[in-house]
C-alpha cells in the first residue's frame, strides 16, 4: 500500500471517519457495522499493487470485479459517495436561530475586527445559495471560541 493511503488509512479514517460514525450512529441508537475493514480484507488488499486497487476509468473496479454478481445493479451503478454530514441542512434548520444569535452579538475581542455588514453577507449568501455552509460555520466557531476563551 503506497505511502499516502497508508496514512489516511492510519490517521483520518481512523480517528476520524470511524469515531465520528460510531458517536453519531449510538446517538441514533445504531449499530454500524464496516465489513470491508476487515482486518484480513484490508491486508489482501493492502499488498495489491496500485494498479490492481485503482482504475481510473471506473470507480470501485476491484469491488464490482469481486462481487458484481452478487450485488443488484442499483448498488453497482450508483456512485461512489464521501462521507459527509449534512452540515447545510443543519444550519439551514436546526442550526440556524443559534448562528444568527451570534451573528447579532459578537464576542467582544472580535467585534471590533468584523463588519456586521460583512458577516451578515456571508450568512445571506449562505441563505440564498450562493456560498459554502463553510463560510458562516467558520465565523460562528470563531466567534463562541472567542467568547469562551478571551472574552473578560
Known amino acids: 500500500m503506497g505511502g499516502i493511503s497508508w ?6 479514517m481512523a480517528s476520524t471517519l470511524l469515531r465520528d460514525t460510531d458517536a453519531v450512529s449510538m446517538a441514533q441508537s445504531l449499530e454500524v457495522r464496516v465489513p470491508m475493514l476487515d482486518t484480513p480484507l484490508v491486508e489482501f488488499v493492502g499488498s495489491l499493487p496500485d494498479a490492481g486497487r485503482r482504475r481510473a476509468a471506473a ?10 454478481d452478487l450485488l443488484p445493479h442499483e ?3 450508483q456512485r461512489k459517495r464521501t462521507f459527509t454530514l449534512p452540515w447545510e441542512e ?4 436546526p442550526l440556524r436561530a443559534r448562528l444568527e444569535a ?12 468584523l463588519r456586521p455588514g460583512g458577516v451578515r453577507s456571508v450568512w445571506t449568501e449562505f441563505l440564498a445559495g450562493k456560498t459554502s455552509w463553510s463560510r458562516p460555520w467558520s465565523l460562528y466557531v470563531l466567534n463562541e471560541w472567542c467568547r469562551r476563551h478571551l472574552a473578560a
Not at 90 to 93: C, E, I, K, M, V
Open 7 to 12: 496514512l489516511e488509512m492510519r490517521t483520518y
Open 59 to 68: 470507480q470501485k473496479a476491484l469491488l464490482v470485479e469481486a462481487l458484481g
Open 75 to 77: 448498488i453497482l451503478a
Open 90 to 93: 443543519w444550519l439551514r434548520g
Open 102 to 113: 451570534s451573528f447579532a452579538n459578537p464576542a467582544p475581542p472580535l467585534a471590533s475586527h
